[in-house]
Every structure is written in C-alpha cells, then in structure tokens.
C-alpha cells in the first residue's frame, strides 16, 4: 500500500511517535490521517470537528510532543527506505538541502522567533532535506528538518565574532547533512545543494565524512590550483596554475550537449519573469584544487580540497529578457567523461523538487495558518504538516511510476474514494481503474484537461482535486444512511 494518499497514512508515519503515552501516539495518528484528506487551510478548516481541534491542541500541549518527537517516525521510515533502496539495487539517492522562511510575524505571543526577510518579520528559516531517488526524482521522505531562529547580530560584531557563533546560518549545511548521519555501506547518498552551501566549511566536512559526497552550485568565484595544459595530458610532475574558477571553468573543452529541463519562475526584482522550457546546453568538466581561505572561514581543516568542476552553458539564445541557463558546479565524484558529467548536471536538475516541495508546504498545507500562542505547540504542528506536504508530492509521483497503468487504484487509496470518483468521472462506480487512469481523473477535478500536450499533472493540481474528491467522497458518506432508512 502506498501511505502517500491516505490508507494508513497517519499510523506509518506517526505510529512509533515515542509520545509518552500511547494515547497521545493514537490521537497523532488519526490527527494525522484527517489532515492528509483536508490538508489545506487552517487548522480549524482541516479539522472541521471542534472536538477533534482541541484534541489537537490538547496534544500539542503536552512537553513531549516536540517537533522532534512528531518527526521521529516519518524519518526513521525515510532512513530504512534509503538503505533499502541501495539493497534492491536501486542506485544513487540524493538528499537535498534548501531552506524556506516560515513567518509567523502576527502571532505576537511568539516572542522568541527569529528575524526573516531582511529583519521586517519573524519566524523560522526551515532547512529541509529531502530524500530523492536519483533516477526519476521520486521523493523519498524528508530526513532531516532544523528550525533556524536568525539572532540579532551586533553591528560591530567582527567577522571573527560572526564566524564564531554556534547560530551561524552557514552552519546549517553542515548541521543538516550530519542530521542524515553516516552513510551505510553499499550506498550511495549524494547531497545537492544550490548555491547557498558553497562555504568552505561545509566542503571540507563533505571530504571528511566516510562516503560523504556532494554536488553544489557555485557561488564564489574562488582561487583554485589546476595543472598546465601538459598535466592535463596526463604527463606527471606538472606545475599547478592559480586561477578564478568561474574563467577556468568557461575555458574547459567541451565533452558535449544536453538537454535541460528550465522551469517556470516568476518575476524577481531585476529579473523578468521565466518561462519553462527545454534548454540545449554544452558540458565540460575537468580537476580543480580548491584551496584553503586565507581566512579562516568556520571550523575546517587545512588541507586544500581536490575537486571537479562541471560548467553547464545555454548554447542557444534564451527567449527575450531571460537569462541563459549557466551553472557552475562543484562536487568530490569524479568526473572525467561526458556520461559522469551528464550523471551530475542530472542530480543537480533534480534540486527544484524541494522548492516545489516548501510551495506545498505553504500552499499545500497552510504551514504558516496556525494560530498557536507557544513556540511549543506551534513546532510540532510544522514538523506534522512538513509530513503530509512531503505526501502531496507523493500523490504526483505516484501518477509517473512506470507500473501505474497496471495497479489497481484500490491498492493504494481506500475503495470509498475509488467508487466515488469513479461514478463522476465515468458514471461507473464500480469498474475497474488503475492507479494512473484513478490520478488523472483527480487531476481532472483540480484542473488538468488530460490531454497528450498538457503532460502529467503536477502537485498542486492533483492536491486541488483531492481536496475536491475528498469532499466529493463526505457528501457521499453523508447522504448513504438515508439512502439505506428511505431504500
């Protein structure tokens, strides 16, 4: 069964919640289980039964029930699906890091947040790490979630005073990749992170990790070591050159082109807005030593680091007003040849999943609706709603999956709403229907036409229609006892 729409949701990724009582578990798992079929709007909204509101709020309440504690299930489950993954052959797992800022600026008896958006407001700076499978960009699970509190800095804090603070936010690469802990033999888990982690502390703590490797975005143009022209022919004892990694990078030969997937992005300040599209791209690659700064910048070693770098270029013109696609990436695989470069510019297109993921949490979820007067109880409900946003990615993956024209729809939703949406959609409420054909007909409800050019639905289309049939599914319920009084 997959939890992702609602059969045992709440009990397989909330039932080991260690809680202090099994009673509080039980209430988890159900406030779990009726959220993950209203999961939009206010608390209020997706629990429309007062008594099963305060019985939230009751739970929340408890010291117990921290944010750790609700997320502990959901990311012991991850961990064991990411072994397991390795076990039956399934390859390369990527973990990848981003953070979004949750503002909770108008709960004023939440006086302990931190400052987001340049000071104006407060809240939280959420750094999430998804699991991702490398080959088809399914989620796995969220392993990891760390809620930042930015501090107030003085102003004439020196920068060896700023580098030294334990709340130092470029901490949180290196925090969120120990939260995964060690990576176990036989697997693969590669972190992929934009352009935010490229800090020195956080590369080093990469090389040191036992199997600890990575694909980052470049954002400083650094001095690196490279060998002439002659080392690069392979000749031993060439001489290393110093030179910006950026020019260094733009001046690697081409191993060939590719297709990349560009998304849709709208409007920044500066910036027009950019429409998706499919961008033909050049790839080189080619060793580079990064070397130590002359500063020391956070807690690392002092050892250079031996490293590729990977530039992706647009080759075409890109349409009026929007940039080319470039990244420059760094990571510790190796990558000589035009199929490892292809193998790390494909991880690093993956990381936009957690962007749409934090715009499920957001959107999705209505991460930023409570209005809980405590720090308290406030964090377990976003490591709660983190959960299920993780599961509305779920629901589009579940319509990619190659064996989805196969399965039966009723192996991974309950029955009730396989024959209501069944009955609206094609009048039949008892014929058989696959899980692909059950999804798009979901989708149907949020939106999509389902025609060939439309592609496969998104998330959030397929989250609004299963707010839709979830509704659908309770007028049903509602009107089935005077069916059977009246029949």
Not at 126 to 132: D, S
Not at 161 to 180: F, H, I, K, N, P
Request: net charge positive; glycine share 10%; aromatic share 4%.
């Amino acid at each position: 069964m997959d939890a992702a729409t609602g059969i045992e949701f709440g009990r397989e990724h909330f039932g080991k919640a260690e809680l202090g009582d099994r009673r509080r578990t039980e209430r988890l798992v159900k406030t779990a289980d009726r959220i993950m079929g209203h999961p939009g709007g206010t608390l209020p909204s997706k629990l429309s039964e007062p008594a099963e509101l305060k019985a939230l709020y009751r739970l929340v309440d408890r010291p117990e029930v921290t944010h750790e504690a609700v997320l502990a299930t959901h990311r012991q489950r991850t961990l064991r699906l990411m072994r397991e993954h390795a076990a039956a052959g399934g390859g390369v797992v990527l973990t990848i890091h981003d953070a979004t800022q949750l503002d909770y600026t108008t709960r004023r008896s939440l006086s302990g947040l931190g400052q987001i958006a340049k000071g104006r407001h407060r809240g939280y700076l959420a750094h999430n790490t998804l699991a991702v499978d490398a080959a088809d960009g399914r989620v796995i699970g969220l392993v990891s979630q760390i809620l930042h509190k930015r501090p107030r800095v003085p102003k004439r804090e020196s920068l060896e005073q700023r580098r030294a603070r334990r709340d130092r936010e470029t901490r949180l690469w290196t925090a969120g990749s120990e939260a995964v802990g060690p990576v176990p033999a036989g697997c693969v888990w590669v972190d992929v992170c934009d352009r935010g982690a490229d800090v020195f502390e956080y590369l080093d703590h990469k090389h040191r990790q036992p199997g600890g490797l990575y694909v980052v975005r470049s954002k400083h143009d650094r001095n690196v070591e490279v060998k002439g022209e002659a080392g690069r022919e392979g000749e031993d004892g060439a001489a290393a050159e110093l030179t910006k990694l950026h020019a260094h990078a733009r001046s690697l030969p081409d191993l060939g082109t590719l297709t990349v997937h560009v998304g849709a992005r709208p409007a920044k300040p500066g910036e027009a807005a950019r429409r998706a599209r499919d961008a033909r791209v050049r790839v080189a690659a080619g060793p580079v030593v990064l070397r130590v700064p002359a500063r020391r910048a956070g807690d690392h070693g002092d050892e250079p680091l031996a490293c590729w770098v990977v530039h992706v270029k647009e080759v075409d013109p890109p349409p009026a007003g929007e940039r080319p696609l470039e990244w420059v990436l760094l990571t510790n695989v190796p990558t000589d040849t035009m199929a490892q470069a292809a193998e790390r510019v494909a991880w690093y297109a993956r990381r936009p999943v957690v962007e749409e993921y934090h715009k499920a949490m957001k959107t999705g979820c209505g991460i930023e609706l409570p209005q809980l007067t405590a720090e308290a109880r406030l964090q377990p409900v976003i490591a709660l709603l983190s959960v299920v946003a993780v599961m509305l990615l779920g629901l589009r993956d579940d319509a990619r999956r190659p064996d989805a024209e196969q399965r039966p729809a009723a192996a991974f939703v309950p029955a009730e709403y396989v024959r209501v949406l069944s009955g609206w959609r094609w009048q039949d409420p008892g014929r058989p229907t696959t899980a692909r054909e059950f999804l798009l007909a979901v989708a149907r409800l949020g939106g999509h036409q389902n025609r060939k050019a439309d592609g496969l639905p998104g998330w959030l289309t397929i989250w609004r229609g299963w707010m839709a049939l979830h509704h659908m599914v309770l007028g049903a319920r509602a009107v089935a006892p005077r069916r059977k009084r009246y029949g």
